[in-house]
């Protein structure tokens, strides 16, 4: 298992070993040991899919104190977009964005530390995405950016936004909660 710096401080691409047979693959994406050798939460208490048709764009999503989530990311079926946002005050990296290419295929997952923004936008035509996360949902805690506003070329000619995240306040306006 290999982790990558992805230019936002704490934020891994997480490359796992993929064993490939005749009779298919086995890839470890989790590996306890490897992410307390690096400082990095090892408790996940929460688990979720979402599904997703080409066009579609979730987030950019963060889930606030005290119940903020760190957030280990993968596509388990097609193609995503990932994008992540810095909005950690005092970060070096404050408002800059990321993104990444995540595939059923390469099995690369993302660790997104709390503070940072999520999402995607699925590009093939559907797109199953798991997270584990640190924290479980705790309604009210819901907050964001609107997708649309950190500068990110969206690969996608006529995106698919929920009201909610199309009611996201922009980066330019946000009052984060988060520090670096």
Do not use: N
């Not at 709390?114 to 584990?132: D, I, R, W």
């Amino acid at each position: 298992m290999e982790f990558r710096e992805t230019g936002i401080a704490g934020c891994h691409l997480v490359v796992p070993t993929v064993h490939a047979d005749d009779r298919g693959v086995l890839v470890k994406t989790y590996l306890e040991s490897a992410f307390a050798d690096r400082g990095l939460p090892t408790h996940f208490p929460e688990q979720f899919y979402s599904r997703s048709r080409r066009g579609v764009v979730r987030g950019l999503h963060v889930q606030l104190p005290p119940a903020a989530q760190d957030k280990l990311v993968c596509c388990v079926a097609g193609e995503v977009f990932d994008v992540v946002v810095d909005l950690r005050a005092g970060s070096p990296t404050y408002g800059r964005h990321a993104s990444f290419s995540l595939t059923a295929e390469t099995w690369q997952l993302l660790y997104v530390p709390v503070g940072l923004a999520h999402g995607f936008a699925a590009v093939s035509e559907q797109a199953t995405m798991a997270y584990l996360a640190t924290a479980e949902y705790a309604p009210g805690t819901d907050g964001g950016i609107r997708w649309d506003s950190a500068g990110v070329d969206w690969p996608v000619d006529a995106p698919v936004v929920s009201t909610r995240d199309a009611e996201l306040p922009p980066l330019g306006e946000y009052r984060t909660p988060f520090t670096a």
